[in-house]
């Protein structure tokens, strides 16, 4: 009998407002432990030979997680459509409509918000600015080029 285990499945990426909050407080903790682990590994490094320093080995692993952490709270790539962008689209027509992709139970089609679960917000997931969509509508294929992303 072997130890392997099938992958988690994978969660969705939603949070509430209350949960948002709590990981920037951690990322702010996180970027002000930095500064004291940095300060830290500058004064062992100081000490001589690094690779039987014990004290310079366990801050740089320190570091690599902490580095490994904010990574992963702060967002790098905010010109691809993900949950929660406002999207400008731009039809085969010209005409310009503006979409916010919120959750299934937030949608409002008066006020431009779309389901992440739509055919339109499917189609834009991941996407950029200039890139060219193609979503099947119960008119037939329709043809959008994003025109702007924003969070």
Not at 43 to 63: P, Q, T, V
Not at 80 to 107: K, L, P
């Amino acid at each position: 009998m072997g130890r392997y285990r099938p992958p988690a499945p994978k969660s969705s990426p939603y949070i509430t407002g209350a949960g948002y909050q709590a990981l920037a407080e951690e990322l702010q903790a996180l970027w002000q432990r930095r500064s004291g682990v940095t300060k830290a590994l500058t004064a062992a490094a100081a000490e001589g030979d690094r690779s039987e320093n014990a004290e310079y080995i366990y801050r740089k692993k320190e570091l690599r997680e902490i580095d490994r952490r904010i990574r992963y709270l702060q967002p790098t790539d905010t010109d691809r459509i993900f949950f929660g962008a406002t999207v400008t689209v731009e039809d085969a027509d010209g005409v310009q409509s503006v979409y916010r992709i919120v959750g299934a139970d937030e949608f409002d089609p008066a006020r431009g918000w779309i389901s992440v679960d739509s055919p339109l917000s499917t189609a834009l997931l991941g996407k950029r600015a200039d890139d060219e969509i193609r979503v099947e509508t119960p008119a037939g294929i329709a043809s959008y080029c994003i025109v702007d992303v924003r969070y």
